[in-house]
Nanobody, 115 residues
Framework: QVQLVESGGGVVQPGGSLRLSCVAS????????MGWHRQAPAKERELVAA???????RMGDSGRGRFNISRANAENKVFLQMTDLQAEDTAGYYC?????????WGQGTQVTVSS
């Protein structure tokens, strides 16, 4: 089994910043693509950002220009630096890891942008 635990969510004012972290543990046996998705109430889950072991990233439309994804391979961690947060960024943010075609997900961390 692979476990993913996210942290760093919270309440922030519009224009503020947050840094999300995710650590993977368990039967990982290697370095795998990881990413962040988000899901707001009554909306489908959407890709925020993804990163492969070599560092190449793919950004979803929602965070392009404002968010940055990075990883620490030796620690099995992935990070999401979010800036200029707006109300529409309010959602549960979920970390995922793809290993041998299987998707593993964390429980999520809530981000609320409100004045």
């Amino acid at each position: 089994q692979v476990q993913l635990v996210e942290s760093g969510g919270g309440v922030v004012q519009p224009g503020g910043s947050l840094r999300l972290s995710c650590v993977a543990s368990g039967r990982i046996f290697g370095i795998w693509p990881m990413g962040w998705h988000r899901q707001a109430p009554a909306k489908e889950r959407e890709l925020v950002a993804a990163i492969v072991p070599g560092g190449t990233t793919r950004m979803g439309d929602s965070g392009r220009g404002r968010f940055n994804i990075s990883r620490a391979n030796a620690e099995n961690k992935v990070f999401l630096q979010m800036t200029d947060l707006q109300a529409e960024d309010t959602a549960g943010y979920y970390c995922n890891l793809v290993r041998h075609g299987s998707d593993y997900w964390g429980q999520g961390t809530q981000v609320t942008v409100s004045s």
